[in-house]
């Protein structure tokens, strides 16, 4: 079974700078795909960042890239130039790649960050 | 509608009582997804409707749960004779035609209180 671990259950930035969440994943699946979510208090789950496993090169939206090393199964996020509306909980999420009946995604416990003005 | 639709937003109950928690989908969309999330936890899968029919069922945690999907649109998860343990936030999700390049739209979900 897949499993997805996120250590790092809170974590602080000041505003308009750098930080990275850290998340590693574990899966006998060749190919899947790899999700960033954002949680704010709203509770709606909002898709940040989207990475395929067969694609080598590492995803970007805007102030947002990840780190993918499949080898290491591990699979950061970075935020650059953060900013007071980034502060929410940040969910690693798993899914596998296949037909129809492929499901489920699977999420990590997820980390809070905290936005410092 | 423009996104996925919950409903109602929080719901409290008493321990033993029966509850009913509602989804209305994205237009159009054929997947429709329940997840469970506790306190301090992220989303855990419930289960996964294809159409009409339930495609996965894995994720219920015993027969206290159900849901339905009876004309292919409006889900409803069912629990009956709640407990305490069954407190959390209910996300429901669809997408297009359940394929796993086709992303999941999230509503805002239902939080659930067991007193």
């Known amino acids: 079974a897949q499993t997805v671990t996120q250590s790092q259950p809170e974590m602080s930035v000041q505003e308009a700078e750098t930080v990275t969440l850290s998340c590693t994943y574990d899966t006998s699946e060749s190919d899947y795909y790899l999700f960033w979510y954002k949680q704010p208090p709203s509770r709606q789950m909002i898709l940040v960042i989207r990475?395929?496993?067969?694609?080598?090169q590492n995803a970007t939206e805007n102030r947002f890239s990840v780190n993918f090393q499949k080898a290491a199964k591990s699979f950061s996020l970075k935020i650059s130039d953060s900013q007071l509306g980034d502060a929410a909980m940040y969910f690693c999420?798993?899914?596998?790649?296949?037909?129809?009946?492929?499901?489920?995604?699977?999420f990590g416990k997820g980390t809070r960050l905290h936005i410092l003005p | 509608g423009a996104g996925v639709s919950q409903t109602p937003s929080n719901k409290v109950t008493e321990k033993g009582k029966y509850v009913e928690l509602r989804c209305d989908p994205i237009?159009?969309?054929?997947?429709l997804y329940w997840y469970r999330q506790s306190l301090g936890q992220g989303p855990e899968f419930l289960i996964y409707?294809?159409?009409?029919?339930?495609?996965?069922d894995s994720g219920l945690p015993n027969d206290r749960f159900f849901a339905v999907r009876p004309e292919g649109s409006v889900s409803t998860l069912k629990i009956q004779r709640t407990e305490r343990g069954d407190s959390a936030v209910y996300l429901c999700?669809?997408?297009?035609?359940?394929?796993?390049?086709?992303?999941?739209?999230f509503g805002d979900g239902t939080r659930l209180s067991i007193l």
């Open positions: 990475q395929e496993a067969y694609k080598q």
């Open positions: 409707f294809q159409g009409t029919g339930a495609a996965d």
């Open positions: 999700a669809s997408s297009r035609d359940g394929y796993s390049n086709q992303p999941q739209h």
């Open positions: 237009s159009g969309h054929t997947a």
């Open positions: 999420a798993y899914r596998s790649v296949g037909g129809r009946w492929d499901d489920k995604i699977i």
